[in-house]
């Protein structure tokens, strides 16, 4: 079946560093989507991409939608102690009969003291 | 704008039981979604309903259901529960553009 390889799994990082996480994945997609998670909480959307080369912005956040069509890019800029948390991609054909949201195992960002 | 609201945010079952969980999405959002996540499994698709009929349905047993109703709020259903049920179960409405916004989520406890 479809799966998505997010990487890294974790990233432990010091304040004010960069950070860049992606997916891939055997199947083309027309949406990628990426999220954050706090504990308890549910995901809340940062950014979707809907085009094949597409780079969007969201403050620090930077997203790209592979040329492939298979893989997505995030990056943080200048991390902050609440971009802690887990951040997940979601690849989805929209729209689609047979659409099923595929989403990554998610990436821990941890910020050290 | 009201966000997807969940209901209840937290229950306990034990094994046999059956749950019913409950999801508003955001005013004007036709399609909903439902979600378990795990540790061990992460995020996973169960099935989403548009206009109160079932558009997509994800690998899980029949114990898992759902349904619509006219006002797009929308329930699920999990029968017979099992250990393996404990979950948070995540609830979320779309626009026509396929972006996903969640609810917070219920979180399952099976004894």
């Known amino acids: 079946g479809q799966q998505l390889n997010q990487s890294p799994q974790s990233m432990f990082i010091q304040e004010g560093e960069d950070v860049s996480m992606n997916c891939t994945s055997s199947?083309?997609?027309?949406?990628w989507l990426w999220y954050k998670q706090d504990p308890g909480e549910g995901p809340v959307l940062l950014i979707a991409l809907y085009k094949a080369g597409e780079l969007t912005s969201n403050g620090r956040l930077t997203a790209q939608f592979g040329i492939t069509r298979k893989d997505s890019f995030l990056n943080i800029s200048a991390s902050i102690p609440s971009d802690v948390g887990i951040y997940f991609c979601?690849?989805?054909?929209?729209?689609?009969?047979?659409?099923?949201?595929?989403f990554g195992k998610g990436t821990r960002l941890h910020i050290l003291p | 704008k009201a966000g997807v609201t969940q209901t209840p945010r937290y229950l306990i079952k034990t094994r046999g039981q059956q749950v019913t969980l409950s999801c508003s999405p955001i005013s004007g959002h036709r399609s909903v979604s439902w979600y378990q996540q795990t540790p061990g499994q992460g995020l996973q698709f169960l099935f989403e309903y548009f206009s109160e009929t079932q558009r997509n349905k994800g690998n899980f047993p029949g114990r898992f259901s759902g349904r619509q109703f006219s006002n797009s709020r929308s329930e699920m259903n999990v029968s017979t529960l099992e250990l393996g049920d404990s979950a948070l179960y995540l609830c979320a409405s779309s626009l026509s553009t396929g972006e996903l916004f969640f609810g917070e989520g219920s979180r399952l406890t099976v004894l």
């Open positions: 979601a690849g989805r054909y929209f729209p689609n009969r047979d659409d099923k949201i595929i």
């Open positions: 199947s083309i997609f027309n949406t």
